[in-house]
């Protein structure tokens, strides 16, 4: 798998990023021609990045109305974004790590089911934060709850969605560092659909991150990326992935026609 550490200074280019990428891989006719490695593997890809400011990012369906204090958000000049996957609405910002991991459904056939695909990169994820709590001497323990949550104690630490296409399959999602979570109470309404562990608790009492349990967040934040490079056994150079080239390109092309429209973003 290759691996690229790259945020956008501009959250719009970050979700534009990964929109660009799955359609310019799906488009290729082959794996075998453009899309596969010199050793005849698929060019799948994991990313980790970060957005630069908070902002509250919904899901392709989701209702704004609904699931975001859109008052508060224009009071605090927080923007609203919509992503191309779907699931719920999330915030992200410094201290909040993501990541994006490309799959091709062609090496994963068991993917093209939304549970199998959950699970395919849910339990990796999941090892990855273990690891990382495991080498940084933090004795919890990280659970998959719900679809796709994963949590400590109960709480959740990180939520996720995904995007299926015909050949390749998007999944990111967040893993909460020392995000301030009170940014989530502020800019989020109660979720019209919750999993049955929330128990309709609060954001505040079902929401966690590991602020309180981490002395250096930014070591922290490097062991992780380094477990998720190692579960995915991601370490193929991003400039020899065939998107490479064409990626800003696309990427401003996406922002042209998408992410710079505002009727994107605010359609629901």
Excluded at 33 to 54: C, H, I, K, T, Y
Excluded at 55 to 81: F, M, N, Q, T, Y
Excluded at 125 to 147: F, M, N, T
Excluded at 180 to 194: E, G, N, R, V
């Amino acid at each position: 798998m290759y691996y690229l550490n790259r945020s956008y200074e501009d959250p719009n280019a970050n979700l534009a990023f990964d929109e660009a990428l799955l359609e310019a891989m799906d488009s290729l006719e082959s794996q075998k021609s453009e899309s596969a490695s010199e050793s005849g593997e698929p060019a799948e890809l994991l990313r980790f990045w970060q957005m630069s400011v908070p902002c509250v990012v919904v899901g392709r369906s989701s209702k704004i109305a609904e699931e975001v204090h859109l008052d508060r958000c224009k009071r605090d000049a927080v923007p609203v974004l919509r992503r191309m996957s779907g699931g719920g609405t999330i915030v992200a910002g410094p201290g909040c790590a993501m990541f994006s991991v490309l799959l091709s459904l062609g090496a994963r056939p068991e993917c093209r089911s939304l549970d199998m695909a959950h699970r395919t990169v849910m339990s990796r994820v999941c090892q990855a934060l273990q690891w990382s709590l495991d080498e940084y001497g933090i004795d919890e323990k990280v659970d998959i709850r719900g679809i796709c949550d994963l949590t400590i104690d109960g709480q959740k630490i990180s939520g996720n969605a995904l995007r299926l296409k015909r050949h390749w399959l998007m999944y990111h999602g967040t893993l909460l560092i020392d995000m301030p979570l009170t940014w989530i109470s502020d800019y989020l309404a109660m979720p019209p659909k919750q999993p049955e562990y929330r128990q309709g608790r609060a954001h505040d009492q079902f929401v966690t991150g590991l602020g309180d349990r981490i002395r250096e967040p930014k070591l922290f934040t490097a062991i992780l990326e380094r477990a998720l490079q190692r579960v995915w056994q991601a370490d193929r150079p991003w400039t020899e992935h065939p998107f490479a080239n064409q990626a800003e390109e696309q990427v401003q092309g996406w922002l042209d026609r998408r992410y710079k429209d505002l009727s994107w973003h605010s359609q629901r």
